[in-house]
């Protein structure tokens, strides 16, 4: 079945350290994006990515990184730099380009800092 | 600043009764126009899109877009207990950028 694997469900951080979540996806999808939850919150971009080895900048993206080597792949650093990381993470992908675009998204990662 | 309103709710109705959801927006560029559901702890799910003016249903579900108005909404019809989640508007502009900017959600309690 095509989807949208995220890792891991739950993890727990220490301050000062990243962390890195991982997003794979089997859908041929060439737009990748990430999000953060906040409770009672809308979806806030942090990063997207439209081809492999390229990605731009959404609207939280302080205190995260990304990479895009892979077109089926989408890892997310937290960074120590980030303040205030404890949040519901979720990866999607899409077409990209003019159209619908409907996004599709993994099952969430959830952040705790200890 | 692209900008999609929701409230926030939450929204009451009883089983059986239709739900309205409402969503503005401030891109008159936008065109492309998504309900998704998202269950308390889950992702969310993609409910139905709409582009062009009018309505659009699929089964208990009718979207209904006014351009003119800037304004979406989301109608369930004989809503049910497993309805109540939160509800989140997307709105995509043509061209340029294809992220879609999401509202915050509306809150849908059904009650038996």
Redesign the interface.
Known sequence: DGGITQSPKYLFRKEGQNVTLSCEQNLNHD?M?W?RQDP????R?IY?SQIVNDFQK?DIAEGYSVSREKKESFPLTVTSAQKNPTAFY?CAS?T?????????????SRLTVL | QKEVEQN?GPLSVPEGAIASLNCTYSDRGSQ?F?W?RQYSG?????IM?I?SNGDKEDGRFTAQLNKASQYVSLLIRDSQPSDSATY?C?V?E??GS???T????TSLIVHP
């Open positions: 737009a994006y999000y009672g919150q809308g979806l971009l997207y959404g979720l899409s990209a380009g003019s159209g619908a675009n409907v996004l599709t998204f993994g099952a969430g | 926030s492309s998504f998704y889950k992702s969310p799910e993609l899109f582009y989140l997307a995509k043509t061209g294809y992220i879609p999401f509202g915050r959600g």
